[in-house]
């Protein structure tokens, strides 16, 4: 079976950590993103993967090679500049045979990609959408069923007022390769706003399906942690993270742990690191690999990226810490923060909640 994994974007409500680091890649638990989703398409039996790029390609390529060491076979197909969604798969054409699937490349999901196909099959639809439902539909691409499950309309981030259904646009969609005649080839085209409505003008079933499955879309500082909490909560699935591994705390190769450090789980820290002596780290908190934190620090709740220093009794409280970056001595880092990668937080400053700092600068 076949995917189009859409990872082409520039990912800019993810910045700064999507500065220097392409969505796709960013961790979670310590692996890619894109190697979690790579697994789960592999298990569910897609091996034939066409991975479309624009935004910082290379790193992609040079990680996943030619996709055998993963279990799968990978191409990828570049944009010149950026083709949409929909636009972005046409140009994949060439590569397509008769019915794939097609996955936002920001989406974590335990969704059952054989039930859907089978339930794409039995409608014998043109196109099928997942849907998940969401409490606040807002922020999202809403999707209105005419008779179940055939949808009838697309309403964009709808205002409170027009909502009318709870079910948004998961960013999976199964399509039968002759969809691809409505997409004009290098034109920016995108499904929601282009595809999917000419479609629905020229009569073609488009079906919705709806699950309940685990889903979240990690393109926000907000969500990006929230997914890797969940996981470490025993909520979602990947297969990159066992359920025997889901104890209070996992430590990679080479690692260390003071004996006077206090862990409170769930925590997995990476390969190559040191924890020192007083240092409290307090769940559900990630460390990358070869990381430092220094005595008496306190790290709670929060995602440290690779090789990061955190200095002697610096605090930090729910934040991200990009690749190479140090908090120095005494400083303290605010909940909802976001530092990029190589940043340098100078002893005893103060990172204020919600603050972003960009990558290779001093604070
Ligand atoms: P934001 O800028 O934060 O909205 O992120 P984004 O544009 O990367 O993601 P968005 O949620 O808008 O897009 C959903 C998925 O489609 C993401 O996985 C993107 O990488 C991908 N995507 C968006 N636009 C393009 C494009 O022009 N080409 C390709 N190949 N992929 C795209």
Redesign the pocket.
């Known amino acids: 079976m076949q995917a189009v994994l ?9 910045r700064p950590l999507t500065c220097k680091t392409v ?2 890649m960013v961790p979670i638990l310590n692996r890619p993103f894109l190697e979690h989703l790579v697994s789960y398409l592999a298990q569910h039996g897609i091996d034939d993967i066409i991975l ?4 910082l390609p290379d790193t992609i390529e040079k990680y996943f090679g030619d996709g055998s060491g993963f279990g799968v076979k990978l191409t990828y197909v570049m ?1 010149e500049s ?4 929909a ?2 798969v046409k140009n994949a054409e060439r590569y397509l045979d008769d019915t794939f699937f097609v996955f ?3 989406i974590f999901t335990d969704l059952d990609l054989k039930a859907m196909l089978s339930f794409h099959r039995e409608q014998k639809a043109k196109a099928t959408i997942a849907l998940t439902p969401v409490d606040d539909p807002t922020a999202y691409g809403v999707v209105e069923m005419d008779s179940c499950p055939r949808v009838g309309r697309f309403v964009e981030k709808p205002k409170r007022e027009e909502v009318t259904s709870n079910l948004i646009n998961a ?1 999976t969609y199964i399509l039968e390769r002759d969809v691809l005649t409505e997409i004009p080839p290098e034109t ?1 085209f995108m499904f929601e706003h282009h595809l999917f409505p000419t479609l629905l003008r020229n009569g073609s079933l488009i079906c919705g399906y709806p699950s309940d499955a685990y889903w979240i ?1 990690i ?1 926000t500082p907000q969500k990006y942690c929230q997914v890797q909490y969940d996981l470490l909560q025993g909520k979602g699935r990947t297969s990159l993270y066992s359920r025997s591994r889901r104890e209070e705390m996992s430590c990679g190769a080479r690692s260390s742990i003071h004996p006077m450090a206090k862990v409170e789980g769930p925590v997995v820290i990476g390969d190559d690191c040191s924890i020192g002596p007083h240092v409290q780290l307090k769940g559900p908190a990630v460390i990358g690999n070869n990381c430092r934190i220094l005595d008496g620090a306190i790290v709670e709740r929060s995602i440290l990226w690779s090789s990061v220093l955190v200095g002697k009794k610096a605090c930090l409280e729910d934040c991200i810490v990009g690749n190479n970056s140090s908090i120095g001595e005494g400083s303290f880092v605010g909940e909802g923060s976001v530092i990029g990668e190589n940043v340098t937080v100078t002893d005893g400053s103060r990172v204020e909640p919600a603050e972003k700092i960009w990558p290779d600068t001093e604070v």
């Open positions: 859409l990872v082409g974007g520039e990912g800019t409500r993810l969505k796709a479309t790029l624009c935004y944009e950026p083709l949409g969604t636009g972005a936002n490349g920001d960013g920016r879309d393109g």
